[in-house]
């Protein structure tokens, strides 16, 4: 049982560099995450996806792109990659209702130098 | 005002000891609250969910909540080592989607 599956592990891009985060699920949830986690910040929302077809930013978007390719998959790209997009990203996906929570992927950690 | 605030710790209790974690909220539609445990370099993992007010227990874990006083708490009883880590509580509040808030998150020490 995968539940949520994050490629890669781990990056390191210079600054400039374009990459893109994969994100599936196999649990049949609807809704997917991308989050961001630093230090002292806590996790932060890039952005979400209520449903297959449909995208909508977070808390702090900028620096970044998503794609919900189907209702498995959900990526993340950042076009031109920047210090301060340096963090540990997490994918986690739910079901829709009010007592559904997120599971989480294991996390990418990434380094933009 | 953050939506979700905790203390941020470290919390240190004595192996054996209840650990008692606790986290508030800014938003009053909010409708239910996670608490995630998170391993250093680890993802966080679901430990509780509770929706209503009262307390809810699930082996050595009870959660609690308050919505009047917007407060929810996370007793851990028999602290064990294991137990050492990074609790994160989080607050859902649904809508258009389902809009979880996550606090900064306790850190736990348990000394044996």
């Known amino acids: 049982n995968a539940g949520v599956t994050q490629t890669p592990k781990f990056q390191v891009l210079k600054t400039g560099q374009s990459m893109t985060l994969q994100c599936a699920q196999d649990?049949?949830?609807?809704?997917m995450y991308w989050y961001r986690q630093d230090p002292g910040m806590g996790l932060r929302l890039i952005y979400y996806?209520?449903?297959?077809?449909?995208?909508d930013k977070g808390e702090v978007p900028n620096g970044y792109n998503v794609s919900r390719l189907n209702k498995r998959e959900f990526s993340l790209r950042l076009e031109s990659a920047a210090p301060s997009q340096t963090s540990v990203y997490f994918c986690?996906?739910?079901?829709?209702?009010?007592?559904?929570?997120?599971?989480f992927g294991n996390g990418t950690r990434l380094t933009v130098t | 005002q953050k939506e979700v605030e905790q203390n941020s710790g470290p919390l240190s209790v004595p192996e054996g000891a209840i650990a008692s974690l606790n986290c508030t909220y800014s938003?009053?539609?909010?409708?239910?609250f996670f608490w995630y445990r998170q391993y250093s370099g680890k993802s966080p993992e679901l430990i509780m969910s509770?929706?209503?007010?009262g307390d809810k227990e699930d082996g050595r874990f009870t959660a609690q909540l308050n919505k009047a006083s917007q407060y929810v708490s996370l007793l851990i009883r028999d602290s064990q080592p294991s137990d050492s880590a990074t609790y994160l509580c989080?607050?859902?509040?649904?809508?258009?989607?389902?809009?979880?808030?996550f606090g900064t998150g306790t850190k736990l020490q348990v000394i044996p």
């Open positions: 986690a996906s739910s079901l829709q209702g009010a007592n559904s929570p997120l599971h």
């Open positions: 509770i929706y209503s007010n």
């Open positions: 649990m049949n949830h609807n809704s």
């Open positions: 996806s209520a449903s297959e077809g449909t995208t």
């Open positions: 938003d009053r539609g909010s409708q239910s």
């Open positions: 989080a607050a859902l509040k649904s809508g258009g989607y389902q809009k979880v808030t």
